[in-house]
């Protein structure tokens, strides 16, 4: 069965520092893609950050990077010195074969 | 330019109405979709167009009824809802269906509320 999980409903984050948001996956496909979505509260998902399930390197995207360890099916959301603006629900999701699963996703609170 | 667009923001309507989503993108992209979602809850699937041909239905009721008339556009046209179909609708659009690196690009929603 193809899934993803999110297992933590709500994170906290000072404003400047670091915050790790989990997730893990289970496919028994050799080839996908992991995927990661900002949704602000105005509903639009904006696309972060993706990672290949052949990539060797950890993808990076400006404050974004994604932590990818295919042994452990995980790929956490690392985003690095945290803005106001970064307060959202944060999605990961995978693409395997013709299906795109998400997870239940996490909501992120900067506090000033 | 990652720009999908969607009309109207918010619709407001009655059980009997019938009203029309629109969906529309510019990158060139063959693979379009239509997910709703409930309130802190993930998108759920509605929809796949590829190459302008119905890909895939996850046994959405006949009350939604979507079309995709060229490359570029999309619709969910709407008939005698009920107040459960009150949601977020996100269209999003893909190069094509299938590749693991096909990124979908999401754009801003319809809120729809059906009294």
């Known amino acids: 069965a193809q899934k993803i999980t999110q297992t933590q409903p709500g994170m906290f984050v000072q404003e400047k520092e670091a915050v790790t948001l989990d997730c893990t996956y289970d496919t028994s496909d050799q080839s996908y893609g992991l995927f990661w979505y900002k949704q602000p509260s105005s509903g639009e998902m904006i696309f972060l950050i993706y990672?290949?399930?052949?990539?060797?390197q950890n993808a990076t995207e400006g404050r974004y990077s994604l932590n990818f360890q295919k042994a452990r099916k995980s790929a956490n959301l690392v985003i690095s010195a945290s803005q106001l603006g970064d307060s959202a629900m944060y999605f990961c999701?995978?693409?395997?074969?013709?299906?795109?699963?998400f997870g239940t996703g996490t909501s992120l609170t900067v506090i000033p | 330019d990652t720009e999908v667009t969607q009309t109207p923001k918010h619709l407001v309507m009655g059980m009997t109405n019938k009203k029309s989503l629109k969906c529309e993108q510019h990158m060139g992209h063959r693979a379009m979709y239509w997910y709703k979602q409930k309130a802190k809850k993930p998108p759920e699937l509605m929809f796949v167009y590829s190459y302008e041909k119905l890909s895939i239905n996850e046994s959405v009721p006949s009350r939604f009824s979507p079309e995709c008339p060229n490359s570029s556009l999309l619709n969910l046209h709407l008939h005698a809802l009920q107040p459960e179909d009150s949601a977020l609708y996100l269209c999003a659009s893909s190069q094509a269906l299938g590749h693991r690196k096909e990124t979908q690009y999401f754009g801003p929603g319809t809120r729809l509320l059906v009294l």
């Open positions: 990672q290949g399930s052949y990539d060797e």
């Open positions: 999701a995978m693409r395997a074969g013709n299906q795109f699963y």
